[in-house]
T-cell receptor
Framework: GQNIDQPTEMTATEGAIVQINCTYQ??????LFWYQQHAGEAPTFLSY????GLEEKGRFSSFLSRSKGYSYLLLKELQMKDSASYLC?????????FGAGTQVVVTP | DTGVSQDPRHKITKRGQNVTFRCDPI?????LYWYRQTLGQGPEFLTY????????KSRLLSDRFSAERPKGSFSTLEIQRTEQGDSAMYLC?????????????FGPGTRLTVL
């Protein structure tokens, strides 16, 4: 969606770390969200960044560089239940624009 | 459960029929959004309301689509003369629009299949 780029799929083993990158066009930027979506379910909020730097929340961390139009979501100590799609979303002019999502597959 | 509900959860219809979906947001939330999501894609913005006022409609939303939020609480999305290309998950989200951070809470979605 609208020049928000993230990898299609990533695979990692249980207990490992995975980093999902997201790049976006910077015009109108007013915040970046990460959502998790399990198959057949609604997206659920994970993190929000509006200033540069790292936001840590338990096993999940999110980083933002506004000048580079770049963010990443870091998932640590992966668990099987973390297998899901991870959506990067940029807030512009009052609404969210989503990337296509990164499918993370966690293997035993 | 985020507190946002949608009805129905699934709808199967024949091409050319009209369908209407309902969304009940979290009660104190003043903004309500509609998105459409197809397999392998992220949610795509359709329209949003601030209280009862519809503030923006996506260019992707043809004139067969109409949305209302008559009392600033629940919202309906109607699709007239459905086409097979309308088959998708229709998601509703709500938020409390105040200064600063405001997370959007999503409902479970209505999955539409047009035969």
């Amino acid at each position: 969606g609208q020049n928000i780029d993230q990898p299609t799929e990533m695979t990692a083993t249980e207990g490992a770390i995975v980093q999902i990158n997201c790049t976006y066009q910077t015009s109108g930027f007013n915040g970046l969200f990460w959502y998790q979506q399990h198959a057949g379910e609604a997206p659920t909020f994970l993190s929000y960044n509006v200033l540069d730097g790292l936001e840590e929340k338990g096993r999940f961390s999110s980083f933002l560089s506004r000048s580079k139009g770049y963010s990443y979501l870091l998932l640590k100590e992966l668990q099987m239940k973390d297998s899901a799609s991870y959506l990067c979303a940029v807030k512009r002019w009052g609404k969210l624009q989503f990337g296509a999502g990164t499918q993370v597959v966690v293997t035993p | 459960d985020t507190g946002v509900s949608q009805d129905p959860r699934h709808k199967i219809t024949k091409r050319g029929q009209n369908v209407t979906f309902r969304c009940d947001p979290i009660s104190e939330h003043n903004r309500l959004y509609w998105y459409r999501q197809t397999l392998g894609q992220g949610p795509e913005f359709l329209t949003y309301f601030q209280n009862e006022a519809q503030l923006e409609k996506s260019r992707l939303l043809s004139d067969r689509f109409s949305a209302e939020r008559p009392k600033g609480s629940f919202s309906t999305l109607e699709i007239q003369r459905t086409e097979q290309g309308d088959s998708a998950m229709y998601l509703c989200a709500s938020t409390l629009q105040i200064a600063g951070f405001h997370e959007q809470f999503f409902g479970p979605g209505t999955r539409l299949t047009v035969l």
